[in-house]
Antibody, heavy 128, light 112 residues
Framework: EVQLVDSGGGLVQPGRSLRLSCTGS????????MTWVRQAPGKGLEWVGF??????????EYAVSVKGRFSISRDDSKSVAYLQMNSLKTDDTAVYYC???????????????????WGQGTLVTVSS | QSVLTQPPSVSGAPGQKVTISCTGS?????????VHWYQQLPGTAPKLLIY???NRPSGVPDRFSGSKSGTSASLAITGLQADDEADYYC????????????FGGGTKLTVL
C-alpha cells in the first residue's frame, strides 16, 4: 500500500523553528517529486512548496508566504522529505500535509500535476 | 482570495445530482493547464478524486465526473449519498504566479 506519514508537529513560540518529516512507503520514493500543503484552522488548502526528484536537480519551489523562511529537503535513502520551518509566525498555524506529486499516469502526461496520496497531516501551532 | 473560484457551498438531496464549478483565468485553466479535484471528509486528509480534468483514480465511483471548458472546470456528483458530504477542492497550475500550484477556496457539500 502506498502511504505517507507526517510527523514533527507541535506547539512552538513565534520566531522559533520546527522541522516536519514525511515518510513514504509502498513506492520508490526517489522516483517522485514531493509537496507540502497546509490548512489553517477552518480554512482551505494552501500550497507551501515542493521538491523535485534528484534526477531533475532536487530543487525546490516555495509559496511567496513562506519563501525565505521555509525549506524543503529530501533523503531518498530513507524515503523521507523534510519541511524546515524557521522564523515561525502565528499565521503559520495549520495542519501540514505532505503529498506525492505526479503529472503522468498510464503513459499520459498532463500539464500541471496533482497530489496523491496525502499524509495524515501534522498540526503546527505557533503561539506564545 | 483564491486564484480559482468555487462556490462556498452546494447542497442536494440523496439521489440527486450536484455540480461544483471552478472558475479560473487565462493564466491557469484558460491557458490549458489541467484541473484536479480533491474530496476532504470531515477531520481527514484530502483525497484525490479526479485528475487530468476527467480521470478517476481506481476506487473512485463513477458517480464522480469532471469536465473542463475555457477558463472553468466542473465536478459533477450523481446519485448523491450521505457520505458524499465533504469539502471539495479544485487545483491547477498558474503560469503568472510565484505560487504556481493553486487551489480553489473549497466547496462544502451538504446532503439534505
Amino acid at each position: 500500500e502506498v502511504q505517507l506519514v507526517d510527523s514533527g508537529g507541535g506547539l512552538v513560540q513565534p520566531g522559533r523553528s520546527l522541522r516536519l518529516s514525511c515518510t513514504g512507503s509502498g513506492f520508490t520514493f526517489g522516483e517522485y517529486a514531493m509537496t507540502w500543503v497546509r490548512q489553517a484552522p477552518g480554512k482551505g488548502l494552501e500550497w507551501v512548496g515542493f521538491i523535485r526528484r534528484e534526477v531533475h536537480g532536487g530543487t525546490a519551489e516555495y509559496a511567496v508566504s513562506v519563501k525565505g523562511r521555509f525549506s524543503i529537503s529530501r533523503d531518498d535513502s530513507k524515503s523521507v522529505a523534510y519541511l524546515q520551518m524557521n522564523s515561525l509566525k502565528t499565521d503559520d498555524t495549520a495542519v501540514y500535509y505532505c503529498a506525492r506529486y505526479s503529472s503522468c499516469r498510464g503513459g499520459i502526461c498532463y500539464s500541471g500535476g496533482w497530489f496523491d496520496p496525502w499524509g495524515q497531516g501534522t498540526l503546527v501551532t505557533v503561539s506564545s | 482570495q483564491s486564484v480559482l473560484t468555487q462556490p462556498p457551498s452546494v447542497s442536494g438531496a440523496p439521489g440527486q445530482k450536484v455540480t461544483i464549478s471552478c472558475t479560473g483565468s487565462s493564466s491557469n485553466i484558460g491557458a490549458g493547464y489541467d484541473v484536479h479535484w480533491y474530496q476532504q471528509l470531515p477531520g481527514t486528509a484530502p483525497k484525490l478524486l479526479i485528475y487530468g480534468n476527467n480521470n478517476r483514480p481506481s476506487g473512485v465511483p463513477d458517480r464522480f465526473s469532471g469536465s473542463k471548458s475555457g477558463t472553468s472546470a466542473s465536478l459533477a456528483i450523481t446519485g448523491l449519498q450521505a457520505d458524499d458530504e465533504a469539502d471539495y477542492y479544485c487545483q491547477s497550475f498558474d503560469s503568472s504566479l510565484s505560487d504556481s500550484r493553486v487551489f480553489g477556496g473549497g466547496t462544502k457539500l451538504t446532503v439534505l
